[in-house]
């Protein structure tokens, strides 16, 4: 596509219940990543993908996030047993090769909402 | 370790005047720099960065950035805003090496008034 695109934009969730949130990069982008940015603050990095597979995912929180990449392409960012603490808008953004120094192409982001 | 500091979380201007916003980085190895905005609701777009060659870039809508290895600084500047200007500014760092990983500031808040 001719850029990132992520679904939902906006997400409200029960405290408990699990969700996935979507990544589509631009066509071609083999390096993909995960961010979070809470309230008042810059985007923490999560996780990243290099092809399918996770390179580095050592902003993962705790053992409730994981994120997939199984075509190389789209991602899925999954949370299990969501926490009020997890609020927050979740950006992904991708680059055409990783070593990339150009900087990423982020997506709008999902805001998620657990109540 | 590398980290960003933006020391100013708000920055309020008129229309018309000149702005600087401050960022500093600390970091052992060569970095790329990066200046990013979001405008509310919207995702990040990349205004301008630095990989190596001259310490001053230019951006988009007119802002620029000076590259100081000694102060280990990378400050955005622009001569005169706009309304439309208004938006919050990331800056951020990636150590060549160090797996290309951006690492944010906690961003400033510029709010340009008439």
């Known amino acids: 596509g001719a850029g990132v695109s992520q679904t939902p934009s906006n997400k409200v969730t029960e405290k408990g219940k699990y969700v996935e949130l979507r990544c589509d990069p631009i066509?071609?982008?083999?390096?993909l990543y995960w961010y979070r940015q809470s309230l008042g603050q810059g985007p923490e990095f999560l996780i990243y993908f290099q092809g399918t597979g996770a390179a580095d995912d050592s902003g993962l929180p705790n053992d409730r996030f994981f994120a997939v990449r199984p075509e190389g392409s789209v991602s899925t960012l999954k949370i299990q047993r969501t926490e009020r603490g997890d609020s927050a808008v979740y950006l992904c953004?991708?680059?055409?090769?990783?070593?990339?120094?150009?900087?990423?192409?982020f997506g709008s982001g999902t805001r998620l909402t657990v109540v | 370790a590398q980290s960003v500091t933006q020391l100013d979380s708000q920055v309020p201007v008129f229309e018309e005047a000149p702005v600087e916003l401050r960022c500093n980085y600390s970091s052992s190895v060569s970095v790329y720099l990066f200046w990013y905005v979001q405008y509310p609701n919207q995702g990040l777009q990349l205004l301008l960065k630095?990989?190596?060659?001259?310490?001053l870039v230019k951006g988009i809508n007119g802002f620029e950035a000076e590259f100081n290895k000694s102060q280990t600084s990378f400050h955005l500047r622009k001569p005169s805003v706009h309304i439309s200007d208004t938006a919050e500014y990331f800056c951020?760092?990636?150590?060549?090496?160090?797996?290309?990983?951006?690492?944010f500031g906690t961003g400033t808040q510029l709010k340009v008034e008439l």
């Open positions: 953004a991708s680059s055409p090769f990783w070593g990339d120094p150009n900087g990423y192409t």
């Open positions: 630095y990989l190596s060659g001259s310490t």
């Open positions: 066509s071609g982008h083999t390096a």
């Open positions: 951020a760092v990636i150590t060549t090496g160090g797996g290309n990983k951006l690492t």
